[in-house]
């Protein structure tokens, strides 16, 4: 199992919490992103082509404990950028362990031998390297060879030392599940502790766009995977098997985008990790002021293909808490990988997509350009002559 006893227990009791108190809306997962700045320039990447003073913003330690207390989920995910890249890492991390967060600490790999001594094992905190398949498929996902095997090496040095250590799988519509299943056995065999695997998403920023999968094909993919893997119980996915029952085209959800809140240092992101269309400048904001009906599968443009694990798991949880039975028999059963598929949210009534990214990007030149000149130091005025 990819999900800690402790780990899956704890969130479960928060979870029941919510439901008991009538919240309607509670997020599971932070999604902190301090830094943009990366060592990889991937071509699926929304974020590469940021100008170079977004590049250097980072969130400080101190507003990165804020969001923590602010958000309140039980789980925290680091993810940017190349989250290595920033000083403070070490010491963020530190801080939400003490706050009794669950940690996930997403990287691609590439310095982990350089800092890992500067991180400690702990029960509540797992590194989650970054691998899209096999070395073919990784690198070239990346856009840089060699890749894969420093991230290979990373995850045998972590293990050693004795981390959890997980890997974080995007798949293309390039990809094929047998190389996919294969791949998967290959990292069962390095001892790791989780999978988690998602569909790439179209950002409307990346520089490539021509191998995003659409719904169906994402269904017909992950069908494919998992019937090589009993039906997805042969590997530790550290994901509820309600979602990897979505995947799969076995039910339909609308997403739950307050589930996976998104700090970055814009601001808390609006409506989701995926798509920036807004910024709050606090997390009540975020909760209160979001349009959130005006998001999700079947209401905006840009939402129609996506299946991607920060908008639809808190929806598989959800489910799960109403419909515990159906969610052991799919547990006990696995995924079911052939027969129909159920029918899917209609999106004749989707409004057209809006590309109002770039001007969030010059609002935040602005600002920092802004700041930049408040703190240059002014010349003094000449002395007077006597």
């Not at 992103?33 to 590469?48: D, H, M, Q, S």
């Not at 988690?196 to 719904?215: I, K, M, W």
């Not at 598929?341 to 057209?352: K, V």
Request: with cysteine; hydrophobic share 40%.
């Amino acid at each position: 199992m990819g999900i800690p006893l402790m780990q899956a227990a704890r969130i479960g009791a928060y979870v029941v919490r919510q439901h008991l108190t009538g919240r309607k809306r509670y997020p599971l997962v932070l999604m902190l992103e301090p830094l943009f700045r990366c060592n990889l320039a991937c071509a699926g990447c929304g974020k590469i082509d940021y100008p170079a003073e977004i590049l250097d913003q980072r969130l400080s330690y101190d507003e990165c404990m804020e969001a923590i207390d602010e958000c309140g989920a039980p789980v925290m995910s680091i993810a940017g950028g190349e989250p290595l890249l920033h000083r403070e890492m070490p010491a963020i991390v530190k801080g939400a362990l003490a706050r009794k967060k669950f940690v996930i600490l997403c990287t691609n790999a590439l310095l982990l031998a350089k800092k890992i001594d500067d991180y400690a094992p702990h029960p509540s905190f797992t590194w989650s390297i970054h691998l899209d398949g096999n070395k073919a498929m990784h690198d070239k996902s990346v856009c840089q060879a060699g890749t894969y095997d420093k991230a290979v090496e990373a995850i045998r040095l972590a293990k050693a030392k004795g981390f959890r250590v997980s890997i974080n799988c995007t798949l293309f519509n390039d990809a094929d599940p047998e190389a996919v299943a294969r791949f998967f056995d290959d990292m069962l065999a390095e001892g790791l502790d989780g999978i988690t695997v998602s569909p790439g998403y179209a950002y409307e920023r990346a520089p490539d766009q021509q191998h995003f999968l659409n719904r169906t094909r994402t269904k017909e993919l992950f069908r494919g995977i998992l019937a090589r893997g009993r039906g997805g119980k042969k590997w530790p996915f550290s994901q509820s098997i309600n979602f990897l029952n979505f995947l799969a085209g076995n039910t339909a959800y609308e997403c739950t985008p307050w589930g996976n809140p998104t700090r970055t240092v814009f601001g808390w992101q609006k409506p989701c990790y995926l798509l920036g269309e807004g910024y709050a400048r606090t997390f009540r904001e975020l909760m209160d002021d979001t349009a959130w009906d005006n998001y999700g599968v079947g209401k905006y443009e840009k939402c129609a293909d996506c299946m991607v694990h920060s908008g639809f798991e808190a929806s598989s949880v959800r489910d799960m808490m109403k419909h515990p039975l159906k969610a052991a028999a799919v547990a006990l059963r696995g995924v079911r990988t052939d027969g129909p598929m159920a029918p899917d949210l209609p999106l004749d009534r989707q409004r057209p997509a809006e590309f109002v990214f770039s001007r969030h990007v010059e609002r935040k030149l602005t600002e920092i350009r802004a700041d930049k000149e408040q703190a240059r130091p002014r010349p003094r005025a000449a002395a007077g002559a006597r």
